[in-house]
């Protein structure tokens, strides 16, 4: 089972409420520093330090099913620390958290260099329209994200997935970890400034 990472959804149940849905900021060892929005404030006031809650870590690989307590109580700039506990059972697929941000990248095919604008991305993929058409499903590309959005140019292999009118769907096939944190700190940062 693929260990919990930054940038991935939990979900949270508590007696208290029926679920709080966050977005993991920081992996310890021990411990899980969840970031929540506003839509979810009233519940997570709810908990308090040493609460039990039932935790559902969405990795890439399956869901990571943990029994969890509150360390810290929330606080006010939507942060919890809950414990890093052992999984139970593994369940469906699900991807990175993703989100709705325009900004400009490129894509490479072949020798060419075409423009595009994302509508939505996650550490998984990223939906964008293209300057012009110039791709099917299953054509691979290489998207290289500009270091200006970034702090370091990304060049990543990928696939068309999907295309729905406009917009096409491209899923990341080569990434490594840096690639993948640089990608799930971008749509953290995105998530809050939009909160």
């Known amino acids: 089972m693929e260990e919990a990472k930054r940038g991935q959804i939990v979900i949270i149940k508590n007696p208290k409420f029926e ?18 929005s506003k839509e979810f404030e009233s519940y997570a006031w709810a908990l308090s330090e040493g609460d039990e809650i039932l935790t559902q870590v969405h ?8 029994n969890s307590i509150v360390i810290y109580a929330p606080s006010t ?41 994302a509508k939505d991305i996650s550490a998984g993929g990223v939906k964008f329209v293209p300057d012009e058409i110039a791709f099917d499903i299953n054509d691979e590309i290489e998207i290289k994200f500009l270091e200006e959005d ?42 809050s400034d939009a909160g």
């Open 19 to 36: 679920k709080l849905e966050g977005i993991i900021e920081t992996v310890e060892e021990d411990r899980l520093k969840i970031y929540y």
């Open 59 to 66: 990795t890439a690989s399956g869901i990571k099913t943990m």
């Open 77 to 117: 700039d939507g942060e919890l620390i809950i414990e890093n506990a052992n999984a139970i059972p593994m369940g469906q697929k699900r991807e990175f958290v993703r989100a709705a941000i325009e900004f400009r990248f490129f894509i490479k095919i072949g020798e060419r260099l075409i423009g595009a604008t």
């Open 150 to 191: 970034f702090g370091k140019e990304l060049n990543i292999k990928s696939v068309i997935i999907n295309i729905m009118g406009e917009k096409y769907i491209a899923k990341y096939i080569q990434i490594n970890d840096y690639e993948r944190d640089k990608l799930s700190g971008f749509c953290l940062k995105a998530l």
